[in-house]
């Protein structure tokens, strides 16, 4: 059998670690990402050139190359350039939606508050890319920053002597503003201190190898950053009316990510779980990439998972809290309002994860390794800042005075009491 089956009552504190103490796999580089962003922060663009040559066995002739994508365009095919198109719109839409507004009301006479939201000015993007094309990844990172109102969107994509132009072109097609040739450790370096040609950003975004995750951890604290994202991830739950190949096929989607993608299935049903693990092997040997897919199968966070309910399965999902969460059941929508944890959440029979990761509309860059405990995934609020705004009039302040100067005096800090008793004196005073 290709994916272990398993009862959650069965699982000892090995196996329940394995499922959720999942890391990103970054210890092992992290040492040499310190010297790597060290030598970018005071070399610039000698040590970009230096790294880029060794690591990716290209050596670099314009590090900006925003006029390559412009170009991409009218290199790709024209079903491609209408994917690319169509897959933009429905993210921008999505994205536009979700755009707050200002506001401002009354809370009490003389007590205005309100809220504004403005956005960042500079932000990264890093898209993997070099000989390989990843337009979807393009797509999330770019479009919602754009949406945002961020002025200048920079994006990063790895080298390569002949560089995909599907990559390109989504670029392009998702509105960034300047594009450099840069990958791996050194760019997000290059994006968080600046070089003689890479602008310094407030904030940088997108997934990356463990390399890329490992010097956003480095440059954290100098920059802002989304997340620390790992290796791919789903749970699918399911109850008797799933159809098990379906189910099976998600876990197999998943699976071809990364040798390292965790795929679990969970479902009350003996007979589906039976099923789903026969299914995840017969499509496994249809796929090209069953090599990877074997591999992300075996490894221990991955399994199809037996529960005595469907209340064991919810809590197990949950703890879990996954990048991806598919449910095929019957009651889909009373089982996703006691679920609180996933990144992104896919609905019914006829909504695969793929869907996400392309062409719905939402963001696929998602929180990873329970991650989504406490963080949501890619969003226009991603790029936004936002600022309270007050007014007290007269009435306001009188209002209040009394009870902000107790407790300023209670905290001894007495020039907070007497800034509101100036303004008091002067309303009183002959």
Avoid at 62 to 68: F, L
Wanted: aromatic share 4%.
């Amino acid at each position: 059998m290709t994916i272990d089956v398993q009862a959650i009552a069965d699982l000892g504190p090995a196996d329940r670690a394995a499922f959720f103490e999942r890391d990103a796999g970054i210890e092992g580089v992290t040492e040499d990402v310190r010297e790597i962003v060290g030598r970018v922060r005071e070399e610039g663009d000698v040590a970009i050139r230096e790294f880029t040559s060794e690591f990716d066995g290209v050596e670099l002739g314009n590090v900006e190359i925003t006029d390559r994508c412009e170009r991409a365009d009218e290199e790709i095919d024209e079903g491609i350039r209408t994917a690319i198109e169509t897959a933009a719109s429905n993210v921008r839409e999505f994205h536009e939606a979700q755009l707050p507004e200002d506001w401002r009301r009354e809370f009490a006479t003389g007590r205005t508050l309100g809220r504004r939201f403005r956005p960042l000015e500079r932000v990264g993007v890093y898209v993997p890319g070099g000989s390989a094309a990843y337009p979807s990844s393009a797509i999330m990172g770019i479009v919602p920053a754009v949406v945002a109102g961020v002025d200048h969107v920079a994006v990063v994509t790895p080298p390569a002597e002949e560089l995909n132009p599907v990559t390109l072109a989504a670029i392009h097609a998702a509105g960034a503003d300047v594009v450099y040739g840069v990958g791996g450790a050194q760019a997000i370096a290059g994006l968080a201190y600046g070089t003689e040609t890479i602008d310094r950003v407030q904030k940088i975004v997108g997934p990356g190898n463990k390399w890329v995750t490992a010097a956003k951890a480095v440059v954290r604290g100098d920059v802002e950053i989304d997340f620390l994202a790992g290796p791919s991830e789903v749970v699918v739950i399911a109850d008797e009316s799933a159809a098990p190949d379906l189910v099976a096929a998600e876990l197999v989607a998943q699976a071809e990510h990364d040798p390292n993608a965790s795929v679990v299935a969970v479902t009350d049903d003996e007979g589906t779980a039976d099923a789903v693990a026969g299914a995840v092997d017969e499509q496994t040997n249809e796929r090209e990439r069953d090599d990877v897919i074997r591999q992300a199968l075996s490894n221990d966070a991955s399994g199809v998972l037996k529960a005595r309910s469907m209340s064991e399965a919810i809590l197990f999902t949950e703890a879990y809290a996954p990048e991806h969460l598919s449910i095929v059941a019957t009651d889909d929508e009373s089982i996703l309002d006691r679920i609180d944890s996933a990144g992104s959440v896919f609905l019914g029979p006829n909504t695969p994860v793929a869907a996400g990761d392309y062409a719905s509309g939402t963001n696929h860059v998602l929180p990873t390794n329970g991650g989504a405990q406490v963080t949501g995934g890619l969003s226009v609020e991603t790029f936004l800042r936002s600022t309270t705004v007050q007014r007290l009039t007269d009435e306001g302040i009188a209002e209040l005075g009394e009870t902000i100067t107790t407790l300023a005096d209670a905290e001894g800090l007495e020039a907070h009491a007497e800034s509101v008793r100036i303004r008091l004196e002067d309303e009183t005073g002959p």
